[in-house]
């Protein structure tokens, strides 16, 4: 998986390479040899998961999770997301949030974060879960996750034992991290109670595989109650101190 700013650095350079090779006269099977040697570099977005993993094992390598859902997480409560209104629910500035985007994926976001809008953060964070290659909840236990929806222990179940466990890890720190938010003090800042949160987080955790738009409505609803009952019920205390 490539971000869209490497991908076009790639093929400017093939291309710069290509003008001058054929100047040059080479043949084109050796300039293909010699572009295949070009480093791309691949993002932490629109990624597999283990990939994700795979790319922050040497930048951070006692992490457990991925390190740029952890560090939005950090950033959405040190700007003041727990009494922000409407957090999650109302949508950061896009530009802000493309520009966060690419300030993480480069490592900029080091010397200068580029912003503290904890909504900013918060639309990220969901971004970076909608755009995984494979829904953190994978395809294969959607149908359970629906029939179950209502049912906490078969939700619980779900999650903790039918997952790989780096998404059990994340569904977890997830939900967790949405639990915060539901003291009645916070609730009565943000405005955003289980059914909200529920509601913005569904189509991040869970994806219909098909094309269907009737069973995409049709669906939404379940898929909802789903993220509710986690929300509302499934213990996540395992998850204190994990990163």
């Known amino acids: 998986v490539v971000s869209t700013q490497s991908t076009g650095e790639s093929w400017v350079r093939r291309f710069s390479i290509r003008k001058k090779a054929v100047r040059k006269g080479k043949s084109v099977e050796s300039l293909n040899q010699s572009t295949e040697q070009l480093p791309v570099k691949k993002s932490i977005f629109a990624a597999t998961l283990g990939e994700v993993m795979n790319l922050q094992q040497y930048s951070h390598p006692n992490h457990h999770l991925p390190w740029v859902l952890t560090l939005l997480a950090e950033k959405i409560v040190e700007y003041g997301g727990h009494n922000t209104l409407g957090i999650f629910r109302v949508p950061g500035d896009i530009d802000m949030v493309t520009a966060l985007k690419s300030a993480i994926d480069s490592g900029e976001y080091t010397s200068n974060f580029p912003t503290n809008d904890p909504s900013v953060c918060a639309s990220l964070f969901k971004e970076w879960l909608r755009e995984l290659y494979d829904p953190v ?14 049912n906490p222990n078969y939700c619980a179940t779900i999650i903790n034992d039918q997952l790989p466990n780096i998404n059990r890890l994340v569904v977890t ?40 738009l009737k069973v995409v409505m049709d669906n939404a609803e379940s898929e909802m109650k789903f993220v509710r009952t986690l929300i509302n019920h499934l213990d996540t205390s395992y998850m204190d101190g994990v990163v």
């Open 137 to 150: 909840i994978p395809h294969d236990q959607y149908d359970v996750c629906l029939r179950s929806c209502e």
């Open 173 to 212: 720190y997830v939900i967790r991290f949405l639990q915060s938010f539901l003291t009645e003090e916070r609730k009565t800042a943000t405005r955003m109670n289980a059914d909200n949160l529920a509601m913005v987080f569904a189509p991040n955790l869970l994806r219909y595989s098909g094309t269907d």
